[in-house]
C-alpha cells in the first residue's frame, strides 16, 4: 500500500466549476500536511500547507481528518490556469523530516 | 523564484560514466533536500542535509549515490557508472527548516537526466 495515495483523475471540469481532491495517508505518525502544484516538465510548487483546523487561500480551502487520515482540497470557481497535476504531500516532521508525495491528480480546466 | 538554482539543466550522459548534479540554495536555509522524479512516477526522497551533515540517506537507490554539502550552502549529487534507470529529473529542495513539525520545502527546477 502507498503511503499517500490519491485518485490519479484525470479530473475535466468547465471553467467556473467547484471541484475537490481527496488524499489518504497511511502513516500515523505525520505532522506535516501539503497541498504542492506540479505543472506539466516544471517542479512541484507549494499551494498550501494544510492545518488541523482547515484553511482557506483565496479559491482554495485545505481540510485535515487526522481520525480518518484524510486530506482534501477544494478549488471554488475554476480557472483554466488551475489545469496542472495537484499532489498531496505528507511528512512525520522531526526527524526523518523527507517529504512523502502522493502520484497526483491531474485537473484540466476546459473553457 | 523558489530560491534555488540546479545545474545543469539537462545532462545526457552514456551508460558507465559519473555524473555530478549540483543544488546551490540562496543563503541561510540550513535545510537542503533531494529528491527524484522518474517518468511517470511520483517524487521519491533521496537524502536530507542540516547543514553539512546528512542524518537522513535512507532514499539513497544504492551506493553508487552519493552527495556532500559544503560551507553549509552548496550541494551535489553524484552517480558513479550511471545506468538506464538512474535517468529521471533530479530536483533539489530548500527547507524552511528549524524547530516545529512544519517543514515547508521549496523546489529547484530540477536537472534532467538521460543515460543511454
Known amino acids: 500500500r502507498k503511503e499517500v495515495e490519491q485518485d490519479p483523475g484525470p479530473f475535466n471540469v468547465p471553467e467556473g466549476a467547484t471541484v475537490a481532491f481527496n488524499c489518504t495517508y497511511s502513516?500515523?505518525?505525520?505532522?506535516?500536511f501539503f497541498w504542492y502544484r506540479q505543472d506539466c516538465r516544471k517542479e512541484p510548487k507549494l499551494l498550501m500547507s494544510?492545518?488541523?483546523s482547515g484553511n482557506e487561500d483565496g479559491r482554495f480551502t485545505a481540510q485535515l481528518n487526522r481520525a480518518s487520515q484524510y486530506i482534501s482540497l477544494l478549488i471554488r470557481d475554476s480557472k483554466l490556469s488551475d489545469s496542472a497535476t495537484y499532489l498531496c504531500?505528507?511528512?512525520?516532521?522531526?526527524?526523518?523530516?523527507?517529504?512523502?508525495f502522493g502520484s497526483g491528480t491531474r485537473l484540466q480546466v476546459q473553457p | 523564484g523558489a530560491g534555488v538554482s540546479q545545474s545543469p539543466s539537462n545532462k545526457v550522459t552514456e551508460k558507465g560514466k559519473d555524473v555530478e548534479l549540483r543544488c546551490d540554495p540562496i543563503?541561510?536555509?540550513?535545510?537542503l533536500y533531494w529528491y527524484r522524479q522518474s517518468l511517470g512516477q511520483g517524487l521519491e526522497f533521496l537524502i536530507y542535509?542540516?547543514?553539512?551533515?546528512?542524518?537522513?540517506k535512507s532514499g539513497l537507490p544504492s551506493d553508487r549515490f552519493s552527495a556532500e554539502r559544503t560551507g553549509g550552502s552548496v550541494s551535489t549529487l553524484t552517480i558513479q557508472r550511471t545506468q538506464q534507470e538512474d535517468s529521471a529529473v533530479y530536483l533539489c529542495?530548500?527547507?524552511?527548516?528549524?524547530?516545529?513539525?512544519?517543514?515547508?520545502?521549496?523546489f529547484g527546477p530540477g536537472t534532467r537526466l538521460t543515460v543511454l
Open positions: 504531500v505528507v511528512s512525520t516532521g522531526t526527524g526523518r523530516r523527507a517529504l512523502t
Open positions: 502513516n500515523s505518525a505525520s505532522q506535516s
Open positions: 494544510v492545518y488541523s
Open positions: 543563503s541561510g536555509h540550513t535545510a
Open positions: 542535509f542540516q547543514g553539512n551533515s546528512a542524518p537522513d
Open positions: 529542495a530548500r527547507g524552511t527548516g528549524g524547530g516545529g513539525s512544519y517543514n515547508e520545502q521549496f
